[in-house]
């Protein structure tokens, strides 16, 4: 069965509130202010996402009695898309706000609810994803880190890796193996892991660029108390798989290259464009508008209480191949040799872009382990 | 206030006529005979083709919401009948300039650049191309600049010479060539591009319709189809081509609907020529992907594979192919200008007026 998406059409309230985001960001960042980024790889910066906090626009898919504005997955999608494209500095609270908060949110007690969601909400606490290892990247279920009883808790070993920003984040929801079962599937668990506490221990891996954007968490001895097991022990898999559609539908799959198109318009306003850059710039923003419609309807069926695990691959994919297309398509529309240290804002985005995109259609589950989760979904 | 969706009696009603007439028996047969009698007889019996025309010119009446519904079932099931020219484009004109629509099938000159006719003492002479089913149709309708300002003209079929000529999918595309031939003509506000553009939302509906039914045919057919052992869906590279049929199903589909409504509701120029871009690529790429899977079975005659990607092909190019709309959609983003790009991907062509 091909997947049903439906157009989802903006209220006047959503319309509004796009306006007031624009006109936000345009009063509270204005372009040239800062140093934008490509979507959700932007900066980390614990000072705007308080601010973003403060207008209700971090936990807007949360309850309200758990801090959130309980405004849905749409709402959050109309926020969200403009400050991606405005390459705002959202990194502190992203991940979080797009999936830490509605695992704890769906699974956790309601101690860790009352405990964690209400700090994300505020735009204080920063969450990493804890899944990849050395042996386990697109088999999951690999994975080696353990977590064996003791007494009022559990005490874990062994090393996560490609970890985004846990460098800077408070705390991850970590994968691990509670117990060994006939099936590998089973006996997995989800654990909220204190990035401070003791026997953790982060290493940079160096980013192809030179950055610091990922990590190695090396776990020695480290306690986890029982009240920070998520959900029930053993059903972690299940509950990742979840986890999965909120980290893949959603505009940020799409929008990495936006600023990169934007910018070459705006270095380029008052000369003439001719065809092939008017025709090359129609593609992208045909395509751009497109997928971006199948995007948002993925946030509207997470809206209606569906858990559209094959929508948000089959959008993650074809936005992500998309995304790296337009860095090419755009590359070649100029003649520069592209540099990280130009005096050009367009020429450092395409710099950049060069070097991050083919990380897009790798990391949030690769272009070959979507299209067999889409396949699922087709049969 | 104005309906954006399509009356759900009307749909399943048409969905029914399709299904049951449009076999892939006589989709071939009305190829090979330039007209398929029964399945316009059908439709027409429940008045399809008028709908969303105006009853006051001799339509049937209700929304264009609901003709562009019934033109995308039409896709689907290939019917091999003018029904996107009968009502959304002669109807649309003719009642754009208060003409009558008449009975019978009707159609309308696209226009194209080989074309040479010219109006003087109300008759038209000259040669236009590419005209669709004009060997089968009763009336030929057309948009013609006279002495400054855009006129609907209305001919009687009978009275064009006709020359028989075929698209890609076996379609009638005929020439026609008219010498001192008498028009109706009355004034509109439709101009030249208004009229593309609604050809082109015309092929756009009826790609969505022809996307879809080709990736479920291509499901259906790898999860059938064995080899090594095994459904040939289970192969991995194969799954690939399944999804990329899917998500070009997908884009389209939800980019008819997002022109269909902003059509609807007023201004649709954005996103027409968005959707026709996406359209017109996703037909190359949709169908490369759907013959892949289905090996030699999709290049005989006698499976259906053909009757969808055949109409792709030639409707990738009518109403303008992809470059000319990724021309078009260049052309608005540069007019938009960097501060306005995003808001016109996020709110289309009514970002101006309706934030
Ligand atoms: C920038 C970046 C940030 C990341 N951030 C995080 C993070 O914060 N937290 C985290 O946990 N992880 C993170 N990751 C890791 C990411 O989730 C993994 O890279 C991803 O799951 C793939 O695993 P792998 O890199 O080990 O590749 P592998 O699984 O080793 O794959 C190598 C190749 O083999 C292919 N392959 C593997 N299995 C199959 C199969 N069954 N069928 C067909 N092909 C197959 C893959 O598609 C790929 O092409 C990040 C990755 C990147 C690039």
Redesign the pocket.
Known sequence: MPLGFELVELTADERALQQEVREFLARELPRGSFEPGLGMDNPSDRGFSKRLAQRGWVGMAIPKRYGGHERGAVYRFIVVEELLRWGAPIHHHWTADRQSAQVILKFGTEEQKQRFIPAICAGELGF?????EPDA???LAAIKTRAVKVDGGWQVNGT?V???GAHETDWFIMLCRTSDAEDRHDGLSQLLVDLHSPGVQINAIPFLDGGH??NEVVLTDVFVPDDLLVGEEGRGWLQTGSELSFERGGPDRLLSPWLLVEEFLREHEGTPLGERATATLGWAVARFWGIRQLSIAVNRMIDQGRAPAAESALVKDMATRFEQDVIEAVRQLVEVSPSLESGSLFERLLARSVLAGP?YT????????LV?VVSKGLR | MTTTTADELLVDTARKVFIETCTFEVVEAAERDGWAAGVWEAVAGVGLPWVGVPEAVGGVGGTLADALAVLRLAGQHSAPIPLAETGLLAGWLLASAGLPVGQGPATVVPGSARDSLSLGGGRLTGTAFGVPWASAVERIVLLVEDGGRWKVGSIAAVDAEVERSLNLAGEPRDTITLDGVPVELAPTDVDAAAFERRGALTRVVLMAGALDAMSRLTLDYTAGREQFGRPVARF?LVQEHLVHCAQDAALVGIAADAASRAAVLGDASFEIAAAKALASRAATTATRAAHQAHGAMGMTREYALHHLSRRLWAWRSEFGDEHRWNNEVGTAAIAAGADELYPLVANGSDRRTRT
């Open positions: 990493s994803i804890g899944l990849s990247g697109s088999d996560k490609w970890t985004t954007h990922f990380s790798i990391r949030g589950g690769t272009t070959e382990v067999g | 991995q």
